[in-house]
């Protein structure tokens, strides 16, 4: 079964994570939504609905499994990084709609925050839990999540690790649209539509013109992010985070 499932309606193309129900992320899932967002673009589709397929948009990396396998390593080269390949997607010309549903959490967050427009309903649930389990956020959250809600809303959510709803994600502009969870896919589809009608020149102009060197900014804080996570991988308190989730229990954090 492929990572990724593509479709089109119009001028839109339709782009689903399909790794249900909790559509865990690695770079293999990255570079599969990069090449599907190049695609689109080069095929003359006008903006993307972002959806993913069972219970959750994205629930992060999957931790049961070792982190350089699926976060922070530096192995195969950053050319060829997932955090890489993450910049990518910003680089896409086209404007981007995410439907989320369920959980948006850590670098499942980073990939909702690539779209231009996030969808959500009230069931939704958006986290960027990285200091809850030892480590610095990743997958451009540092510049893209501040971009959106405001330095004072993401450094709160940063330092606490928090979970919002949907409703306290559209009040701070995390969410821009909130409708019944059954209706995510049919509003996003709206709000890409209405996009395509559209001249796709001015549009993609007028995009590259709000999102400025964005792409440039968001590849220069992932390979800081990665340096800072790749130290924080090796720690002790990175260790009691991963083991207090899976246990789910308080972390007892000793600082080092």
Do not use: W
Request: aromatic share 8%; net charge neutral; charged share 20%.
């Amino acid at each position: 079964m492929s990572d990724v499932i593509l479709s089109t309606n119009g001028y839109v193309g339709i782009a689903e994570i399909n790794r249900p129900p909790h559509n865990y992320f690695d770079k293999e899932l990255i570079r599969a939504l990069a090449e599907a967002f190049d695609a689109f673009a080069a095929s003359g589709k006008r903006a993307i609905l972002l959806c993913a397929a069972g219970r959750n948009f994205c629930a992060g990396a999957d931790f049961s499994k070792p982190a350089e396998e699926t976060v922070a390593s530096a192995k195969d080269g950053y050319d060829d990084h997932l955090y890489t390949h993450a910049a990518r997607l910003f680089r896409c010309p086209l404007p981007i709609i995410a439907a989320v549903q369920g959980a948006a959490i850590g670098g499942g967050l980073g990939l909702a925050m690539v779209a231009d427009f996030r969808i959500a309903s009230s069931e939704s649930r958006f986290s960027a839990n990285f200091c809850r389990l030892g480590f610095h956020p990743g997958f451009d959250l540092s510049i893209s999540l501040p971009r959106a809600i405001g330095r004072q809303q993401a450094q709160r959510l940063f330092y606490t690790g928090r979970r919002i709803s949907g409703d306290e994600a559209n009040r701070i502009g995390l969410a821009d649209q909130l409708v019944p969870q059954s209706e995510l896919r049919t509003a996003a589809m709206v709000l890409a539509t209405e996009i395509t009608v559209s001249a796709p020149i001015a549009v993609q102009s007028v995009r590259a013109t709000m999102r400025a060197a964005l792409a440039d900014e968001v590849l220069a804080i992932t390979r800081h992010e990665l340096a800072e996570q790749e130290a924080h991988f090796r720690t002790d308190d990175f260790r009691e985070g991963i083991a207090a989730m899976a246990e789910r229990r308080p972390p007892n954090f000793v600082g080092r």
